[in-house]
């Protein structure tokens, strides 16, 4: 084989992989929308996941592109690991359109497929029409590569060295080894298969052989999942596991098949053609796989918790009750989220009583805990709002789309009536500073108002959480608010009568002033959270 046979090769192989690549994006392209919508819309049925992986593979064609696609949305919540099992082994059958279509050898008609796709993607005015140009450029580029590295490959025929080890390799480990390295490298099953099938072209490809060496590539078809699965979350890493798992339990049960059976003998005694063989030997094992693993998903499952346990957190910093990776409806989802904004309001419940009660009374505060409470309020609120983002599209009937339409403005109202304890932290830290005691009377106004406040924030979120308020407890919640507002304005009328009778330093005055900003607003986020059960959809936010 000399140097210009490798230089061809390569170049047929290029094109043969560009081809599949650009007919997968254009027909990505084509029907992309719907792919999506059919990912979403899986239910718990493993049969249904099943044929759904595998249309949507025949599409982009890469069983790995779609187990990759999968990880993606296992990773932002919208895919159960149970819904991927059926999706992962359906992608691994409908990765065998690939070699059925090059077993049809219409390689003549290459040319014609690539000058009319060529022409639909110059000259086509609307989008679709270009895509389709895509699809058929792709196809025609594919089938010139296959025929451009058949023909690099003819000299093989009389090349000493490879007809040897064709001789020679019938140990079934040689043969799993070469077709996952193959794999590897070309990252794509249906590419490497497609190399088999040029081989097989010109009668280099024995089909006992051929059956270790389709094992081998199916192994090796596993490498883009699990390099995708390295920073992934743990329910992804446990999906490429599981694509590992199925062409792993496929090379078991197929090398011995090899080995002990006549199966080479039916697929040379079904199929004539070489290249055909090779296709059927790939169908086969992806059909037989499918149809012993299907039943088992729940196992697979439960294997990969085991191989792949949770990860124990060594932080506050996480849900406790919502789990991003794993969404099974809305209803749920709904309880998940509001349970984790409840914990949210209790630890700025938290640092509001801590913080307000140690200013009012000029106390030491505790600072640690309290800066704690605030980075775990502000992981909270980026990665509720971040997860409320990818969620928002899912469809919500009724109350609950009400209901999430405004969970965004909850999460900012508890994350500001945080800021406002943090503030009388250090409002409090400046206070026993300066050595500031407020009188009795001070100290009344004060108290009463973080008093109302922590009622009111209590009530609010108890009816937040329910979903839902009465009337009177619409009422009760607009009282407590009204209230407080009083409070803050009496409180203002009086410090000022303090300070013309000279019994307020300047220092206690601005502090004083100061805090009672916080007190007020802290009641209007209260309130605004009391809004948000309502059901009535114009809700008047203060601030």
């Not at 069983?63 to 919540?77: D, E, K, L, P, W």
């Not at 679709?128 to 590569?145: D, E």
């Not at 009568?497 to 802290?522: K, N, P």
């Not at 209260?526 to 009535?536: F, L």
Request: proline share 2%; charged share 20%.
């Amino acid at each position: 084989m000399t140097f210009t046979n490798i230089l061809t090769l390569c170049g047929g192989l290029g094109f043969f992989l560009f081809g599949m690549k650009y007919m997968g994006d254009g027909l990505e392209l084509a029907a992309g929308a719907r792919m999506k919508k059919l990912l979403e819309a899986l239910t718990r049925n493993p049969v249904m996941g099943f044929l759904v992986g595998l249309v949507v593979t025949a599409v982009i064609q890469s069983s790995s592109a779609t187990t990759v696609m999968v990880m993606g949305f296992i990773n932002a919540g919208m895919m159960t690991l149970n819904q991927a099992v059926g999706i992962i082994i359906g992608a691994n059958v409908g990765t065998t359109v690939t070699s059925i279509i090059i077993a049809l050898d219409i390689s003549a008609i290459a040319p014609v497929c690539i000058f009319i796709g060529a022409m639909l993607l110059l000259f086509a005015k609307k989008q679709n029409k270009k895509h389709i140009g895509q699809i058929i450029l792709g196809f025609g580029i594919l089938f010139q590569g296959l025929s451009t590295m058949s023909g690099a490959m003819v000299s093989l025929r009389t090349y000493q060295p490879f007809i040897d080890f064709i001789s020679s390799a019938n140990s079934p480990i040689i043969g799993v080894f070469v077709g996952t390295i193959l794999c590897a490298i070309l990252q794509s099953s249906s590419a490497a298969v497609g190399v088999l099938q040029a081989l097989a072209l010109q009668g280099l490809m024995p089909a006992d052989f051929a059956i270790y060496l389709v094992c081998g590539v199916n192994i090796g078809s596993a490498a883009p999942p699990l390099l995708s699965a390295i920073n992934a979350k743990t329910n992804a890493k446990r999906a490429s596991f599981i694509y590992l798992i199925y062409n792993l339990f496929g090379a078991i049960l197929f090398v011995p098949i090899g080995m002990f059976t006549p199966f080479a003998d039916f697929v040379v005694g079904t199929f004539a053609a070489p290249v055909a063989q090779v296709a059927m030997i790939h169908i086969i094992f992806k059909l037989v796989t499918a149809v012993v693993l299907l039943p088992f998903t729940n196992t697979i499952v439960n294997l990969s918790y085991k191989i792949i346990p949770d990860r124990e957190h060594s932080s506050n910093l996480r849900f406790y009750y919502l789990d991003p990776q794993i969404v099974t409806n809305s209803a749920s989802l709904l309880v998940q989220i509001i349970s984790e904004i409840k914990r949210m309001a209790d630890i700025s419940k938290d640092s509001l009583f801590i913080a307000g009660n140690d200013f009012i009374y000029s106390k030491s505060t505790d600072r640690e805990h309290i800066k704690e409470n605030e980075e775990l309020v502000n992981w909270l609120s980026e990665h509720l709002t971040e997860f409320f983002i990818k969620i928002n599209s899912m469809e919500l009937q009724g109350k609950d789309s009400e209901h999430l339409s405004r969970i965004f403005y909850v999460i900012n109202d508890i994350k500001r009536i945080n800021d406002h304890a943090v503030n009388l932290m250090e409002k409090s830290e400046e206070a026993v500073k300066k050595e500031v005691r407020f009188s009795d009377n001070a100290r009344k106004e004060l108290k009463a108002l973080l008093d109302n406040d922590l009622e009111l924030l209590d009530k609010a979120v108890e009816s937040f959480t329910n979903q839902e308020i009465s009337e009177d407890e619409q009422v009760e919640l607009y009282s407590i608010e009204e209230e407080i507002d009083k409070l803050t304005l009496k409180a203002q009328e009086n410090h000022v009568l303090r300070l013309r009778e000279g019994r307020c330093g300047v220092s206690t005055g601005m502090l004083y002033i100061q805090s009672l900003t916080d007190f007020e607003r802290v009641g209007d986020h209260a309130y605004n959270i009391a809004c948000a059960a309502r059901q009535d959809s114009e809700v008047l936010r203060t601030i």
